[in-house]
């Protein structure tokens, strides 16, 4: 089921979507589950989860360290998968964020199918363009899943046409030039990306990369139908002294950003 | 010439910049405006008279070029009696091949008005060449480089600090030039605004293939030149190392039409293809996508890039240059295992019969030139690029061949 559900019901309360990021098999099968678990009690509306690469170059320290670990777990695509179903469980649509290449080498039809009988809503693609995913499209109009490409603060306004007219679900505007984690300051051509984009498409758009506490994610709220947050949850997990704080750090952070897509 | 012109001077890429199904653009959309942008700019040098000249005065005047080919009579003997032909890459100004694409590349930043560029680097050759082209240009430099490669290549890290760049190591995964690669990408989605990636070999997205090879193919285009001029023919076969495959490509190019000619590409085959600690792409590998490109690389059956390991730090690298894979699976060029050992026994025979020590990615070459000499026979000759010199690896040798005594 489309993600774009979630973002709908928070638009009728007048307020933008929390969108929660989190690798699987972080910090180990179960915990990455209970933590997703506890991002969605802490108030996530949409969950995103991480396919584990070994090759992350979009991503920062921290997601490079939480996704280290899980392949170091042994975390394998059929994890992602339960977690996934685990997740979507909840009720709350459940995205993949994955590099191409564990999609193209499982088989992007097989992905897709598996993608969708364990709930998932659909893929994020970062380092896949439209020109370059053609058979992603296909799989996921045969298979009914949505498909987030990115948009960026560098893309011409011909390039952000083309890549809203094959999204569905969401459109994730790249707030800034650089890779995933937590920043002090919103950029502040993340309003005009928004804007640019939303020219082109009536999908809804979120706004990841940088946001980490829930000033932050009210600034954002102002302008973007959607607030991403990934790195600061992993940073909460990686911080914590035990598990169980972990946990119940990663329910504050929701709970802080969630009344901040709410101010 | 247009970009299209630039593309259509040669079968392959394609206008998206595909080698058959290889090659493309899987690049995150931040890259997008960037690589656009190269590609416009490097079709419009390519057809600008200054631009040309002052890449081919740098080539003549500064890196020393036309290099040498240089007939190894003494090692000819050891490769079944064939004519060996090395193509002298070695003696370029910063002792390899890299210069070559730098330059051009060091002149493309200035053209687009960027005041910085970054590099990766294993083995340290296109780190080097990179830091030598941003002093000569002015252009602030840093350059990546897996912890392991700065162990192993400390010669080529001091030499790149003296040439006033920043080296980073680089921590993470195998801590060898895949990782480097990452690191170059991470910084240059976050700088690309005054940035340029100089990325060292005929891989990425596009147009790096095409760019890199444009770059580098003065190798091949004048190794014909010179063994017609020697021998009044063809080559029989041209040999020559693959890592990321850019010495491999330059020296091809100008021979791919010459059907003739059989060309020989030699991966690093480590401890050997059948114990899995080797870097033999095209070999042993098989299809995905890495670092923006689509090509055989090492990977498991989910997908994750496997490690690779070679004694050779510039051939330590999971994935090959798209072209390669074409050409590897068009038929038209062999691609054939090396191990560290036979690598290392061509590495002594060269320094003991020539007098020159090559480079430890360039003794794979010779070690391949040793096979094929032995099954084309004494009436074949055979040109070999000799990519790079090897003082770079003295240390690595000496190890290798005991020459380290307790306490020096």
């Known amino acids: 089921m489309s993600v774009q559900r979630a973002y709908d019901r928070a638009k009728a309360e007048n307020r933008a979507a929390l969108v929660g990021y989190l690798p699987a098999g972080f910090p180990s099968y179960e915990g990455a589950v209970k933590a997703a678990k506890a991002m969605v009690e802490g108030g996530c509306d949409v969950i995103e989860i991480g396919l584990p690469y070994t090759d992350p170059l979009m991503d920062g320290p921290t997601i490079q360290d939480a996704v280290h670990q899980a392949l170091t777990g042994g975390i394998r695509l059929a994890d992602v998968f339960r977690t996934v179903e685990a997740v979507a469980a909840t009720g709350v649509p459940t995205l993949v964020m994955t590099y191409y290449n564990p999609v193209d080498r499982y088989g992007v039809d097989r992905f897709a199918r598996d993608l969708l009988s364990a709930g998932g809503a659909g893929l994020i693609t970062p380092d896949l363009t439209p020109e370059e995913g053609g058979e992603w499209l296909a799989a996921a109009d045969a298979y009914d899943l949505d498909k987030v490409f990115l948009v960026a603060l560098s893309s011409t306004d011909e390039r952000i046409e083309k890549i809203t007219n094959v999204c569905r679900g969401f459109v994730y505007a790249a707030s800034l030039m650089g890779v995933t984690g937590a920043r002090t300051v919103v950029d502040t051509g993340a309003a005009h990306l928004v804007e640019r984009t939303r020219k082109f498409t009536s999908l809804p758009v979120g706004l990841g990369l940088g946001v980490g506490n829930g000033a932050q994610a009210a600034e954002v709220a102002q302008f973007a139908d959607g607030v991403i947050v990934g790195s600061a949850f992993i940073r909460r997990l990686l911080d914590a002294p035990s598990e169980a704080e972990g946990l119940t750090a990663v329910r504050e952070l929701a709970a802080e950003l969630a009344e901040g897509v709410r101010r | ?408």
Not at chain 2, 292 to 315: K, N, V
Request: charged fraction near 20%; charge should be negative; include cysteine.
């Open chain 2, 1 to 408: 010439m247009t970009i299209d012109a630039v593309r259509s001077a040669s079968a392959v890429p394609d206008e998206s910049g595909h080698f058959g199904l290889f090659g493309g653009r899987f690049a995150p959309e931040a890259l997008m405006a960037a690589l656009d942008h190269l590609a416009k700019e490097f079709a419009a040098a390519q057809q600008a008279p200054e631009f040309l000249a002052e890449l081919d005065d740098l080539f003549t005047n500064y890196a020393g070029r036309p290099s040498l080919l240089t007939e190894a009579k003494r090692f000819s003997a050891h490769a079944g009696g064939a004519r060996v032909l090395l193509k002298r890459e070695d003696l370029n100004h910063t002792g390899s091949h890299k210069v070559n694409n730098v330059l051009g590349q060091a002149l493309l930043t200035k053209r687009m008005g960027k005041t910085r560029i970054i590099a990766e680097t294993g083995a340290g050759q296109h780190g080097v060449a990179t830091a030598t082209a941003a002093a000569l240009l002015d252009l602030e430099c840093t350059v990546y480089m897996g912890e392991v490669d700065i162990e192993r290549q400390a010669l080529n890290v001091a030499r790149m600090r003296m040439l006033g760049a920043e080296v980073i190591p680089v921590r993470t995964g195998s801590r060898t030039l895949k990782d480097a690669c990452n690191e170059a990408f991470r910084d240059w989605v976050a700088s690309v605004d005054h940035t340029h990636y100089c990325i060292g070999t005929v891989m990425g997205p596009d147009p790096f293939p095409m760019m890199v090879r444009q770059f580098q193919r003065v190798i091949g285009v004048e190794a014909r030149e010179q063994v017609l001029a020697l021998t009044g023919k063809l080559p029989d076969a041209v040999v020559a190392c693959v890592g990321g495959g850019s010495n491999a490509i330059g020296i091809f190019h100008a021979f791919i039409p010459d059907e003739g000619v059989r060309l020989y590409g030699f991966e690093a085959a480590g401890d050997g293809v059948e114990t899995g600690r080797h870097a033999a792409t095209i070999t042993a590998g098989s299809v995905g996508v890495i670092h923006g490109m689509r090509t055989y690389l090492l990977q498991d059956d989910e997908g994750q890039t496997i490690e690779s390991h070679s004694i050779s730090a510039g051939l330590d690298y999971p994935g090959v240059g798209p072209e390669h894979s074409w050409l590897h699976d068009t038929g038209r060029a062999d691609y054939r295992p090396i191990t560290d050992a036979e690598a290392m026994d061509a590495f002594a025979l060269l320094c003991r019969t020539e007098g020159i020590i090559p480079a430890i990615e360039s003794a794979h070459a010779l070690a391949g030139a040793l096979k094929v000499g032995r099954e084309l026979g004494p009436e074949a000759t055979l040109v070999v690029c000799l990519s790079g010199r090897g003082d770079k690896d003295m240390h690595t040798a000496a190890e290798y061949f005991g020459f380290m005594e307790a306490g020096q």
